[in-house]
Every structure is written in C-alpha cells, then in structure tokens.
C-alpha cells in the first residue's frame, strides 16, 4: 500500500517527439538525447522515490520495473486516449501525454531484456479520431523511433466500432479493432450491477439503442466486451490522466479502464429516470424530462428517418418550457453526484483486469500485474472528461493498486473520497476485491507527506468539480469538519 506524488510546478512535457532523455542516464538504453524533457526526468524520479530497485539506482543495471515486468511478458500501455477534440481548449489536460509514454516505456524495454512485446492502445469515445489523437500526442514518432530497437511494439484501437451523431441518432462503422479479437466476460451475479438487477430496463448509455443494453444485462448475466489484448497481457502499465469527471466525479485509475472494451453499448452509464422514480439520470421527477427520456429511446432506435426531426421539435418544445417552468435540477445523462450506475460498472471492468485470466475466465486470485503512473502535469478541471479545463499541476502520481492511487489523487484534487460513489463500489467486499485494509493505512512516499492527512496540504491542487458535483464531494479538514458540526443549529437541536 505505497504511493508516490511528486509536485513541481516548473516541470512541463517535452515538445519534441519521440522526447528523448535531456540527460543519458547510465541506464538509459539508446544513445539519442533531446535539449529539453523535464517530464523523463520527473518519471524517473517517480520510479526512484517509489523504491524500485534502489540499490542500484544511478548505475547501468537499474531496472526498476525488473520486479513487475520480466523478459518475455506481453506487456500492455493502457494511456487516456479519450479524444482528440477538447471544445473548450487544449487536448493537453485530457490525454495522457506522450513524453510521460515514452519514459515509461523506456523503462519497459529495459525490464524486457530483448524478450516479449509491449502493446499500446485504448478504445476511446465512438467518435474519436484515433490516428490524429496518435498524432497529437507524438506515439507515433515514438513508435517509428522504436522500429529497429529489438522490440515487438505495437499500437492499436481498441473500438470495434467508430461512429457519428446526427440529429441524436449514432451512425456506426465497424472498424478492424483488436487484432487478437474479443472476448465475452460475464461476471453474472458477482457484478456490482446485480444489486439492482430489478432496474435492468431503465440502463442507459447515451446515443445507443437500449436493445444491445439488454442482450447483455439482465437477471443471470452481465456480459461485458473485452478486447483479448488485455486479457492476454501479462503486465498493465495503467497511464490514466488527471480529470474531472461529470458522471464520476474524477477519471484516473479506475475509471481508465473502460477502454478495455470493443463496445460501449454493453455499458450502463446511468438508469433512466429521476432518483425519486428509482432511476439516476437526474435528481428530481418531473414529466417533461420523463418525455424527453422516451422520446431519445425512440430516436436511438428507429429505423424510420423522417420520425427524427418531428421528435427533436418536441424536445425542443419541452425544454423551451424550462424558461416558464424551471426544471427542479439542471441534471441529464447522469452527469450529477447522484449517479449510482458507471460506478458499479467501472468496478465491474477493474475486476476483469485483476481477475479474469487469459481465456476471459474469473479466478480467484489476480492473473496480470499492475503498475500505473497518473499524468497530472498539465490537468482538467470542471466539465472533465471530454470539455475539461486546463489546470497546471506539476503532479506525477505512481502506484500499484488503482484504488488506492485514486483515493490519493482525490485528496490532491480537494475532493473526499468518501463522498464519492465509484469508491463505495471499488472498496465493497464482495468476491473479486480490488482493495483491502484501510485508506489510512496507505504510506505516501513524497516530501513532506507520509499520510492521506498531509495529501491536501503537501499537495492540493483544489480541483473545480463539475456543475453537478459542486458543493457535493468538496474535501474538508477533520478539524474543520467537527468544529462545523458542533456550531451547526441543526447539530446543536
């Protein structure tokens, strides 16, 4: 239960792919060096304070990824690669960034030892244009770079599928996908979804027809889609970047995982519906939204094209509605504190990563190792994941267990953890655990900062939360906190 932060607010990615080393360290493999890459030097010293192989750091037999990677593994780099479009600024605060890559992967090689291969890709949103985020973040370069160096490296898009949304409705193609395929996992009644298997027919993703939700989920199954790169790896690097999340709160460890998947139709994102109605799209029942709900499953699913633009008047009707009659929330999608469903179904995706072997079959004890290093040198905030705000940080923040690393990166955010549904679920204990002991027990291995009580003040970045979070999972002093409640009319009634 160790965790590494380091936090300079000088370092910065270097622009100069495939963003070699500014210094040849006497491990470093190859001979090529760049002017400028602070970035290398903050992973390395990440790798360094985190322990691995100390005693031989600084000498040209340090390995320190040489306990979790050995010669002949298939290795996978599992990066954010969530899109290449950010409408409200630079794609720097929400993908994971090619200079932190690169270091990693350096290191990678060197624990290959010439034997195995590293794969590095992601399924990200449907409509994302795979190669040009390829581009944007220089692993391409990287990848021309790493051609002639002894090494099986390979980059690929998770997606079986790349689409469109037109007038509501998502226009797909299939796309090649994972070369080595897909595999069906399901988790039946070890899903985190099972406790609420009676709401089966209100699970949602936005954009698709319910009717692929519903060949996957119901009373004896709950089936996800895995690409057999995953599976058939036996070490993940999990590079998540630091962001807001408008459904969850934050994205890091955890939630990085959806990108195992070939389909994101099979994901329940939110139940349809108010809470009062037992659903999480949104807060309160009100009939109008309840319409609007009806009216987006018909337009997801018809096959008669001249139905659309009447149905989208209607919706435009209802919502023009709001300025006479204010909606009682301003929620939709289950972008709010309230949505109790990805949280069960990024839990359900981390226990395949940890638990399901290669033929996509559960076990009772971990099947692949794990390290993973959290890009928070440039981040994002507000209305994270895909319109997330540029928020300079200077943080690196390494790990192996991926609850544990979240808990950190929360408190780093200013967020609480336990406020924050997706951790219930992560920590539940229930077969298949992703983690075990308590939170206070995690060791911080950073200056000035040995336990989850010094993260905020060591380290706090205080994250702007998305709309629908604000005000909800705010991180507050143990101090504070009591002294609030002890002058608090209510507490003192």
Request: aromatic content about 10%; hydrophobic content about 35%; glycine content about 8%.
């Amino acid at each position: 239960m160790r965790v590494v932060i380091i936090k300079d607010p000088a370092v910065d990615y270097c622009k100069d792919a495939p963003f070699h080393p500014q210094v040849k360290y006497p491990e470093y493999p190859f001979n090529e060096t760049s002017m400028q890459n602070s970035c290398y030097d903050e992973v390395r010293n990440l790798l360094y304070k985190l322990g691995m192989d100390k005693d031989n750091f600084n000498k040209p037999s340090w390995n320190p990824l040489g306990d979790i990677v050995k010669p002949g593994d298939n290795v996978f780099i599992k990066p954010n690669f969530v899109n290449n479009i950010n409408p409200v600024g630079s794609v720097e605060c929400m993908i994971t960034q090619g200079s932190v890559i690169r270091a990693v992967l350096d290191y990678v090689y060197i624990a290959l030892k010439g034997q195995g291969g590293v794969t590095i890709g992601d399924a990200p949103a449907v409509e994302t244009d795979f190669d040009e985020v390829i581009r944007l973040t220089g692993v391409g370069s990287i990848a021309e770079y790493y051609s002639d160096k002894s090494l099986r490296l390979d980059i690929i898009d998770l997606r079986a599928e790349q689409g469109q949304t037109r007038l509501g409705r998502l226009l797909v193609k299939p796309l090649k996908g994972d070369p080595l395929g897909y595999s069906v996992v399901d988790l039946k009644n070890n899903s985190e979804l099972t406790d609420i298997k009676g709401d089966i027919k209100k699970f949602r993703v936005n954009n698709y027809d319910i009717r692929y939700m519903r060949e996957h989920h119901d009373s004896s199954k709950n089936e996800y889609c895995i690409a057999n790169s995953i599976l058939n790896a036996d070490v993940i690097i999990n590079l998540p970047k630091l962001k807001t999340h408008n459904r969850t709160g934050i994205t890091c460890s955890l939630k990085n995982f959806v990108g195992i998947n070939g389909y994101k139709s099979w994901l329940p994102h939110h139940r349809a519906g108010s809470r009062e109605d037992g659903g999480d799209e949104y807060e309160h029942r009100d009939v109008r939204k309840d319409m609007i709900i009806r009216i987006y499953d018909r337009i997801s699913s018809t096959k008669r094209k001249y139905e659309i633009p009447p149905l989208w008047g209607c919706i435009l009707l209802l919502n023009i509605s709001k300025m006479v009659i204010p909606y009682k929330d301003d929620f939709f999608d289950g972008s709010w504190h309230g949505n109790d469903t990805i949280p069960r179904t990024i839990s359900d995706l981390n226990k395949i990563v940890r638990y399901a072997d290669k033929a996509g079959t559960l076990r009772d004890t971990p099947q692949r190792k794990m390290f993973i290093l959290v890009d928070g040198i440039i981040a994002g905030e507000k209305e994270g994941p895909q319109s997330p705000s540029e928020k300079k940080c200077g943080i690196l923040v390494a790990g192996y267990n991926p609850v544990e690393v979240d808990i950190v990166c929360s408190r780093i955010m200013g967020f609480d953890y336990r406020k924050m549904v997706m951790f219930r679920h992560a920590m539940g204990r229930k077969r298949y655990t992703l983690f075990e002991g308590n939170p206070r027990d995690i060791e911080i291995a950073a200056d000035n900062c040995r336990s989850l009580d010094d993260i905020y003040d060591a380290f706090g970045c205080d994250f702007m939360p998305p709309l629908g979070w604000r005000g909800h999972i705010e991180y507050v002093r143990e101090e504070k906190a009591k002294a609030l409640v002890k002058v608090s009319p209510i507490a003192s009634k």
